[in-house]
C-alpha cells in the first residue's frame, strides 16, 4: 500500500497505518450518485477505501450539474454509476470501483449490497431508504442516512438494535416534490456522511449513534436531537 498517499491522515490519533489497512480491507455501498453520493464517495475514495459499490439506475441530466460533482457536462446522457467510476477511479486509481446500474428494488436490495460493510444512503426518495434501512438490520451492518433540501439537512448513524432503525425516525414518507437545493448543501451532508463511515470502518471517535444532526445552512446552526426507537416500529420492533 502507498502510505504516502495516506500519511497525513495516518497522524491521526488512533488511525495510523492499521487504520489505514482496515479502510483498505473495506467495503462500502453508496446508493445514488448523485447530490449526496457526489461528495460521499469522493472522498471515501481519496481515504482509501479499498471496495466502493456505487448504484444508479438514472442518468446524467443538466440539472444535476449544480450539486453533483460526480459528473460533468461531456457526460451528459451517460448512467450516473458509471460516470463515477470514471472520476473515482481518476481521483484514486488504487480503489476498486464497481458501478450497478440497476435500480434497488425489494427483490434485488439484498444481492446489490453483498457483503459490503456499511451502506452510505445518498438517496432522495423514503421508499428506498426503507428498503435500505431493512437489509441493513438483516445484514447486521450500519446504515449512514442523509438527507438534505434547500440549504438544509440531517444525517444519523444507524445500526440496529443500538439505535433506532430509519423506519423508527420517519415512520411516514413525505409527498413526492422536486425540491430546491444549493450545491454546497450536500456538500456539508455528504462530506459528514463520509466521515462517519470512516470513523466506523477505523474504529475511532464517536458516532451519531441515536442522535439526528440537523443543520441548517441559513443561520449556519448545527443541532443534535435525541433519536428516540420506537418499541413498536414494524421493522425493528421487535429486535
Same mark, same amino acid.
Not at 19 to 46: D, E, H, R, W
Not at 102 to 106: L, M, P
Given at each position: 500500500m502507498d502510505f504516502l498517499r495516506y500519511s497525513r491522515q495516518i497522524m491521526?490519533?488512533?488511525?495510523?497505518?492499521?487504520?489505514?489497512?482496515?479502510?483498505?480491507?473495506?467495503?462500502?455501498?453508496? #446508493?445514488?450518485?448523485? @447530490?449526496?453520493?457526489?461528495?460521499?464517495?469522493?472522498?471515501?475514495?481519496?481515504? &482509501?477505501?479499498?471496495?466502493? =459499490?456505487?448504484?444508479d439506475f438514472d442518468n446524467v441530466e443538466i440539472t444535476n450539474l449544480n450539486r453533483q460533482i460526480l459528473h460533468c457536462h461531456t457526460r451528459i446522457g451517460i448512467n450516473k454509476a458509471l460516470s463515477a467510476k470514471i472520476?473515482?477511479?481518476?481521483?484514486?486509481?488504487?480503489?476498486e470501483v464497481v458501478p450497478i446500474t440497476?435500480?434497488?428494488?425489494?427483490d434485488n436490495v439484498d444481492e446489490l449490497i453483498g457483503d459490503a460493510d456499511i451502506i452510505l444512503d445518498c438517496m432522495d426518495n423514503l421508499e428506498?431508504?426503507?428498503?435500505?434501512?431493512?437489509? #441493513?438490520?438483516?445484514? @447486521?451492518?450500519?446504515?449512514?442516512?442523509?438527507?438534505?433540501?434547500?440549504?438544509? &439537512?440531517?444525517i444519523s448513524? =444507524?445500526?440496529?438494535p443500538e439505535t433506532p432503525c430509519l423506519k423508527c425516525l420517519f415512520p411516514e414518507p413525505p409527498p413526492?416534490?422536486?425540491?430546491?437545493?444549493?450545491g454546497a448543501t450536500p456538500g456539508v451532508i455528504g462530506a459528514l456522511q463520509a466521515l462517519e463511515a470512516l470513523k466506523h470502518l477505523v474504529g475511532?471517535?464517536?458516532?451519531?449513534?441515536?442522535?439526528?444532526?440537523?443543520?441548517?445552512?441559513?443561520?449556519?446552526?448545527?443541532?443534535t436531537f435525541k433519536a428516540q426507537k420506537d418499541p413498536s416500529c414494524p421493522v425493528c420492533g421487535k429486535i
Open positions: 491521526i490519533d488512533g488511525w495510523g497505518e492499521e487504520g489505514q489497512k482496515k479502510l483498505k480491507n473495506s467495503t462500502v455501498f453508496i #446508493a445514488g450518485a448523485g @447530490g449526496l453520493g457526489s461528495p460521499v464517495s469522493v472522498y471515501l475514495a481519496v481515504a &482509501g477505501v479499498g471496495k466502493i =459499490i456505487i448504484c472520476t473515482l477511479t481518476a481521483i484514486n486509481p488504487d480503489v440497476d435500480k434497488i428494488e425489494a428506498t431508504r426503507y428498503l435500505l434501512n431493512e437489509v #441493513a438490520i438483516k445484514k @447486521g451492518i450500519p446504515l449512514v442516512f442523509g438527507a438534505i433540501y434547500g440549504i438544509q &439537512g440531517m448513524f =444507524i445500526h440496529s413526492k416534490e422536486t425540491f430546491p437545493v444549493v475511532i471517535g464517536k458516532l451519531l449513534k441515536n442522535k439526528l444532526l440537523v443543520w441548517d445552512g441559513l443561520s449556519s446552526d448545527f443541532k
